[in-house]
């Protein structure tokens, strides 16, 4: 099992930044992919960033490139979302997931065995 506990969630103003963490216990951290998902009330869970299990690989979708990095740190087993530049459309429950699937970097929220309770990002205009 991992438990996988999110926080850094908020409210803030289009143009603003936030940091989201997550942090994980459990099993050992470096042998899982994280990624990041978000959903809105009524849609979908939509992937936002992954990372491999080394943190050499990354890969962003489209809506959070450039302005979204993912980053994690192996020896505090914790991954971090820095969210730059926030949009309205950013509003959403920002989840962590950990993945053991044999791949560097998945987009698929069924390949991910764990989850955390999600943290609220509100963006206001």
């Known amino acids: 099992q991992v438990q996988l506990v999110e926080s850094g969630g908020g409210l803030v103003q289009a143009g603003g930044s936030l940091r989201l963490s997550c942090a994980a216990s459990g099993r050992t951290f470096s042998n899982f992919g994280m990624g990041w998902f978000r959903q809105t009330p009524g849609k979908e869970r939509e992937f936002v960033a992954g990372?491999?299990?080394?943190?050499?690989?990354?890969y962003y979708a489209a809506s959070a490139k450039g302005r979204f990095t993912i980053s994690r740190d192996n020896a505090k087993n914790t991954v971090i979302l820095q969210m730059n530049s926030l949009k309205p459309e950013d509003t959403a429950v920002y989840s962590c997931?950990?993945?053991?699937?044999?791949?560097?970097?998945?987009?698929?929220?069924?390949?991910?065995?764990?989850w955390g309770q999600g943290t609220q990002v509100t963006v206001s205009s």
């Open positions: 990372i491999s299990r080394d943190g050499v690989t990354t």
């Open positions: 997931a950990a993945t053991s699937a044999a791949v560097d970097v998945t987009t698929l929220a069924i390949w991910y065995d764990y």
